[in-house]
T-cell receptor
Framework: KQEVTQIPAALSVPEGENLVLNCSFT??????LQWFRQDPGKGLTSLLL?????REQTSGRLNASLDKSSGRSTLYIAASQPGDSATYLC????????????FGDGTTLTVKP | NAGVTQTPKFQVLKTGQSMTLQCAQD?????MYWYRQDPGMGLRLIYY???????DKGEVPNGYNVSRLNKREFSLRLESAAPSQTSVYFC????????????FGSGTQLSVL
């Protein structure tokens, strides 16, 4: 059974700092890995999706990397802003089980002005 | 561009009452999913539908039923609500066999008293 772990559970940084969020998974037979952002009381917004054949994806100040062999993905946020404060979740889609993605519990990020 | 639409946004039920959560997507996606999100337990898959006319159990299906009414709509029914079903429910969809990015609705906050 796939297990997805996100450490730390919470992170607080001053505005302007670069930061890295971590996502670890136990089964490397994945189809893709997706990073989401969730604001309090809201749904999940997709940030980046990395296919299993890719090493990284970039969107603006966000960069996500994937190392299947070690079962790790990182989400790098450059020049953090208070508006980046949210919970960030990763989800791993397996090669089998027709779309049954497994989610981590998320890292709650607070960026202080 | 509506994406994934869920109704209602909030609902309070008494133990034993029934209700149906509605979900519709306008992105021509073939797969649809129902998740529940609970503090400390992350997102857990209740049921999913890989394509119109098919449904399958997820991680926590007990106490729920689903109907894939057509390609657009996927409903979740609680036949006899229990306090343990107090949660936030999310519907999601994806187009399997392409990049399979998951798109989420804004959620239904359900309280069972």
């Amino acid at each position: 059974k796939q297990e997805v772990t996100q450490i730390p559970a919470a992170l607080s940084v001053p505005e302007g700092e670069n930061l890295v969020l971590n996502c670890s998974f136990t089964d490397s037979a994945i189809y893709n890995l997706q990073w989401f952002r969730q604001d309090p009381g809201k749904g999940l917004t997709s940030l980046l999706l990395i296919q299993s054949s890719q090493r990284e994806q970039t969107s603006g100040r966000l960069n996500a990397s994937l190392d299947k062999s070690s079962g790790r993905s990182t989400l790098y946020i450059a020049a953090s802003q208070p508006g980046d404060s949210a919970t960030y979740l990763c989800a791993v889609r397996p090669n089998t089980n027709a779309g049954k993605s497994t989610f981590g519990d998320g890292t709650t990020l607070t960026v202080k002005p | 561009n509506a994406g994934v639409t869920q109704t209602p946004k909030f609902q309070v039920l008494k133990t034993g009452q029934s209700m149906t959560l509605q979900c519709a997507q306008d992105m021509n996606h073939n797969s649809m999913y129902w998740y529940r999100q609970d503090p400390g337990m992350g997102l857990r898959l209740i049921y999913y539908s890989a394509s119109e006319g098919t449904t399958d159990k997820g991680e926590v299906p007990n106490g729920y039923n689903v109907s894939r009414l057509n390609k657009r709509e996927f409903s979740l029914r609680l036949e006899s609500a229990a306090p343990s079903q107090t949660s936030v429910y999310f519907c999601a969809s994806a187009r399997i066999a392409t990049n399979e990015k998951l798109f989420f609705g804004s959620g239904t906050q359900l309280s069972v008293l």
